[in-house]
C-alpha cells in the first residue's frame, strides 16, 4: 500500500479536515505534540466561530481552541504543503470528501482515516473506499475509545493507528510516524498492522451502543448491559474474521475498548440515541435540535447488509436495523431477540436449543 520512503517522513505539518467535534479536538491534540495544525471546516459559522470566540460553538462548546490552531473553509489553503492529512468527516461523507481533495494533494501525501464506518450500498471499509478516491496515497487508520470533549481536555487517552505496512517494518511504517506525529502523555497510539480488525470495531460499535441505549432507556440495568455488550463483541468479532481482520485486534483498545465506552456512557450519542428511542423522544428532542450524526443510524444498514452477503450472523445489529431503520416496534424486537435459541459460548460447539417463554396466562 505504501512506501518506506513515504513511511519514514517526518509528520511536522498536519491538516485536519474536518472541524466537527473529533476533528477540533485531533487538531488540538496535533498542536499539543508540537506540529503546525490546519483546520478545515465546511461550515461558515464554524470557521467564524474558532477566529472569533476561539472556540468551535457549534460541535465542541466550551473548550478553548489556541491561535494556533489556523482555520479555513478553503480546502485547498489547509491541505497543499501539509505532511500528513486527517480526514475527520461522517462516515458516508467519506468518499466525496476524499475526492475533493484529489487535486490538491501531492503524490505520497500520506492520509489517515479517522472516520467509522462502512460505505452504504457499497459496503466497503473506509480504507477501500479511500484507496479508490485517492490512489497511490499511502493510508492509516485511527480508531479508538474517545470522547472528543475529554480528548480536547487533555485527559488521558489510548487510541489505535492501524497502517499495513506496520507487518513488513513497524518502526518505518505510516502507522509509527502518525503515533509519534500525535502522541504526547495524555494521548497514547499504539500501533497496528490490522487495518480490517480496527475499521470492523469502529463501525459495528456505534450499531451496539443504540442497542445497550434502547435497553438502558427501557430500564434494564447492568446485567442487560454486560451481556449486549460481551455478546455484541462475538459479533464484532465475526465480521473481522470473516473480512480477513484477527479476532485478537478486536479484544484491544479498537474493539472491545470503543465498545465499553461507547455503550457504557450518555457521553456517547449513539447510547443517547438509543435511550431516546426507547422513550419515544425524537432525534431534534434527543439533541436539543443540533446538527449531530449519529453513525450507529447510518451503519445499522451498511454493517447488517455486509454480514448478510457474508453469512455472518449478527442479530444485536439486526435488531436495531429493525427498529431504527425498519420502523418495527421496539417491543416486538426486544422479544425475538430474547426468543433466540440457546447456543453454546464456545464457537467449537455445535449447540442449538429452541425454547419458548413460559405462557403467563395459563
Not at 213 to 239: H, Q, S, V
Amino acid at each position: 500500500m505504501t512506501s518506506e520512503r513515504s513511511t519514514a517522513r517526518k509528520l511536522d505539518t498536519i491538516a485536519v479536515v474536518g472541524a466537527g467535534a473529533w476533528g477540533t479536538a485531533l487538531a488540538m491534540t496535533a498542536l499539543r505534540a508540537g506540529r503546525s495544525v490546519r483546520l478545515w471546516a465546511r461550515e461558515a459559522e464554524v470557521v467564524a466561530s474558532i477566529r472569533e470566540n476561539r472556540e468551535n460553538t457549534l460541535f465542541l462548546p466550551g473548550h478553548h481552541v489556541p491561535e494556533a490552531v489556523s482555520v479555513n473553509s478553503d480546502l485547498a489553503a489547509v491541505v497543499v504543503g501539509a505532511d500528513v492529512v486527517l480526514i475527520v468527516v461522517p462516515s458516508q461523507f467519506l468518499r466525496k470528501t476524499a475526492e475533493a481533495l484529489r487535486p490538491h494533494l501531492t503524490p505520497g501525501t500520506p492520509v489517515v482515516i479517522c472516520a467509522k464506518g462502512i460505505e452504504r450500498g457499497s459496503g466497503l471499509l473506509l480504507a477501500t473506499v479511500v484507496e479508490e478516491a485517492l490512489p497511490g496515497h499511502a493510508l492509516a487508520v485511527l480508531s479508538g475509545p474517545t470522547f472528543a470533549g475529554e480528548v480536547a481536555a487533555g485527559m488521558p487517552t489510548a487510541i489505535t493507528v492501524a497502517s499495513t505496512d506496520a507487518a513488513a517494518d513497524p518502526k518505518a511504517s505510516l502507522a509509527a510516524a502518525v503515533a509519534v506525529a500525535l502522541g504526547t502523555q495524555a494521548f497514547r497510539p499504539y500501533v497496528s498492522d490490522d487495518v480490517v480488525g480496527v475499521e470492523v470495531g469502529g463501525a459495528v460499535k456505534n450499531v451496539l451502543a443504540i442497542a445497550c441505549g434502547i435497553a438502558t432507556g427501557l430500564g434494564f440495568g447492568a446485567n442487560t448491559r454486560a451481556a449486549l455488550i460481551t455478546r455484541g463483541l462475538d459479533e464484532i468479532k465475526g465480521l473481522a474474521e470473516a473480512l480477513g481482520g484477527r479476532r485478537d485486534t478486536v479484544t484491544g483498545l479498537s474493539g472491545i475498548g470503543d465498545l465499553t465506552l461507547t455503550c457504557s456512557s450518555e457521553q456517547s450519542r449513539n447510547m443517547r440515541y438509543g435511550m431516546g428511542l426507547a422513550t419515544g423522544r425524537s432525534a431534534s428532542e434527543i439533541f436539543g435540535g443540533r446538527p449531530v450524526v449519529v453513525e450507529g443510524v447510518e451503519n445499522a444498514q451498511s454493517v447488517t447488509d455486509l454480514a448478510r452477503s457474508l453469512n455472518v450472523d449478527m442479530p444485536i445489529c439486526e435488531a436495531v436495523r429493525a427498529v431504527v431503520l425498519d420502523g418495527q416496534p421496539i417491543a416486538d424486537v426486544m422479544a425475538a431477540l430474547l426468543t433466540r435459541p440457546f447456543r453454546a459460548e464456545p464457537h467449537g460447539m455445535d449447540l442449538s436449543l429452541a425454547h419458548r417463554p413460559p405462557d403467563r396466562n395459563g
